[in-house]
């Protein structure tokens, strides 16, 4: 058993902090929900490079302007090993400032 889990944890991390292939075809999801998330374009981008380290619960439990988002994704740039999201950085920027905005309490 302690094989397994070192195996595990070994791939994990490995899974985490390697950067992602840039060439993820998006596609539609057929029960417009997947891991919490709605399907919108973007969406598939964001469950390969957000859910390879983190529930998608710390997304979904979150709501910020599309600057809020970029400034959270800088700080695990520079603090949690994220990857360079390079030209998929728009298209994820978009869904989660369109899916998971900040809305006004007034």
């Not at 993820?24 to 029960?31: M, P, Y």
């Not at 988002?69 to 030209?87: C, F, K, P, V, Y």
Request: glycine fraction near 4%.
């Amino acid at each position: 058993i302690f094989w397994s889990l070192q195996l595990f944890l070994g791939l994990f991390l490995v899974n985490c902090c390697s950067p992602k292939n840039n060439n993820v075809k998006e596609e539609l999801i057929t029960d417009n929900n997947i891991f919490g998330l709605i399907d919108d374009a973007g969406v598939l981008l964001v469950l390969k490079n957000c859910n390879s380290c983190h529930s998608t619960q710390f997304i979904t439990q979150n709501r910020m302007t599309k600057e809020g988002w970029e400034s959270t994704i800088r700080w695990m740039q520079s603090t949690q090993n994220l990857w360079d999201l390079g030209e998929d950085e728009e298209l994820i920027l978009t869904y989660l400032s369109k899916i998971f905005i900040l809305r006004s309490t007034i």
